[in-house]
């Protein structure tokens, strides 16, 4: 089977009638060799673009930039040039430009449309390597995926099956061009440590071995796919339900399984929720919390979301600001308004009072008057009885209309003067949607 052909039956799960299919070319070998075989064969069979991210970290880049237009014109493939400003962060400059790169491959990518990347046989041996180093789990050993969802599409890796010296053979017999980038060379990068150091040892004395590590990578993948399943339908079991903020699970059920099976729900849980995976050490720290069987204000934080326990259930949300709402926001009550937090609050049933509605939060010895109560009381002993999670307490907005509490956000209404004088029925007060976005 020729690369091109390969190429076709690698993509072809993935093609319809609507679907444009993308290069993500970088002007290297990889890319050069799978856009001159797309070109040979898109014709009427699927659109065919491709676009190249100039980093600017290199003074070549605008040369890389024009090189990269020139092949495209002459394969008639229409490009997309996007130039990036690259800044290093904790995770070095090389994840800051992938980072800025995929942005850039997601702006592009339509619904039912694919993005190519050239990652071939020797890549995912590298990345295997480099993963095993570094410690990584079952799912980091599955190295790079074939297919991964994309913004609204789907990234594809039709070359992880063929090493590097097919493609620079397919290069010479075509006459191809390709642009080297310098850093390549530079050992002070761990990847090129491992591409020109140590992965020509262990070729030279096992030779194959970078395609058997690429079937080793996807052999791991379809372990993790397993896994997971049986994840999912663990955390199926767990009752998961949407929060005011993020989600909870049922405690009781999570911990009815064996350590190492919950850990596994939770990251199947964390994953489907958007977050990053934790490490050893989060999961161990939040063993304690699950087994310390009492509320607490402990938590758990890492990446973006952190972990809390309330009433026999685990909740995962988005972080917090630490900074707590405060002052007062004047408010007419006539569309919805976000809080300082993020939260937004909106009047669902009655009409606006008169003066307008005034927003606070909790300073602590407040009163009132549920609808439906006999009598007024604390909120800090309505909050206990409604069961508001502690940590969102100082977070609930305080309705105030005409100087009395009208509703402790969608918590509950209060029995207030100006409700009693307003269109609405006395007992009825009014309504209001506290919710954080998704």
């Known amino acids: 089977m020729t690369i091109t052909q390969h190429i076709l039956q690698e993509i072809g799960p993935y093609l319809t009638q609507q679907t444009t299919v993308w290069v993500g070319y970088s002007g290297g070998l990889d890319s050069t060799v799978l856009l001159h075989a797309l070109a040979s064969i898109s014709d009427t069979r699927f659109p065919l673009q491709a676009i190249h991210v100039n980093h600017q970290l290199s003074p070549a880049s605008n040369h890389w930039q024009a090189h990269c237009e020139q092949t495209a014109n002459a394969l008639g493939v229409e490009i997309v040039c996007r130039r990036v400003e ?24 339509k619904e039912q449309d694919i993005l190519l990347c050239g990652h071939h046989a020797d890549d995912q041996a590298e990345t295997l390597m480099f993963r095993l180093v570094r410690g990584a789990g079952l799912r980091g050993l599955t190295a790079m995926n074939r297919s991964r969802a994309l913004g609204r599409g789907a990234i594809v890796r039709p070359l992880l099956a063929i090493p590097r010296v097919q493609l620079e053979s397919y290069a010479q017999q075509n006459d191809l061009r390709w642009v080297e980038d310098e850093s390549n060379q530079n050992p002070q990068f761990d990847r090129n440590f491992l591409r020109h150091q140590v992965m020509p040892l262990i070729q030279s004395r096992w030779p194959g071995s970078n395609t058997r590590m690429q079937q080793t990578a996807q052999w791991l993948s379809e372990a993790d796919a397993l896994l997971a399943e ?10 998961v339900q949407s929060a005011r903020l993020g989600q909870s699970l049922a405690l009781e059920v999570l911990e009815g399984f064996r350590f190492e099976r919950r850990k596994h729900v939770v ?3 964390v994953a489907q929720c958007g977050f990053s995976a934790p490490d050893n050490k989060h999961l161990d720290q939040l063993e304690r919390l699950i087994r310390s069987g009492v509320d607490s204000e402990a938590q758990l ?3 973006q979301c952190e972990v809390r326990r309330f009433r026999q259930r685990l909740y995962l949300f988005s972080r917090l600001d630490p900074s707590l709402p405060a002052g007062e926001i004047r408010w007419k009550g006539d569309r919805p308004l976000k809080l300082p937090d993020g939260s937004v609050l909106s009047l669902e049933e ?23 109560r006999k009598h007024s009381q604390t ?10 999670e502690p940590w969102l307490r100082d977070r609930v907005p305080l309705v105030y209309a005409d100087g009395q509490i009208a509703a402790v956000g969608d918590v509950f209404s209060c029995i207030n003067s100006a409700s009693q004088n307003s269109a609405q029925p006395s007992q009825a007060g009014w309504q209001f949607s506290w919710r954080y976005p998704d």
């Not at 009655?350 to 439906?372: D, K, L, N, Y």
């Not at 909120?379 to 508001?388: A, C, D, G, S, Y």
């Open 86 to 109: 690259v800044r290093a962060a904790g995770a070095g400059l090389e994840h800051a430009a992938r980072e800025a790169r995929y942005a850039e491959f997601e702006s592009v990518v």
């Open 379 to 388: 909120l800090k002993k309505l909050f206990q009885e409604f069961n508001v």
């Open 230 to 239: 049986y994840a999912r339908a663990d955390l199926d079991l767990c009752d």
């Open 267 to 269: 990251r199947q849980w």
């Open 350 to 372: 009655g009409v606006p009072a008169a003066s307008g509605f005034t927003i606070m939060f909790r300073q602590g010895g407040e009163r009132c008057h549920p609808v439906g």
């Open 301 to 303: 934080a890492w990446g």
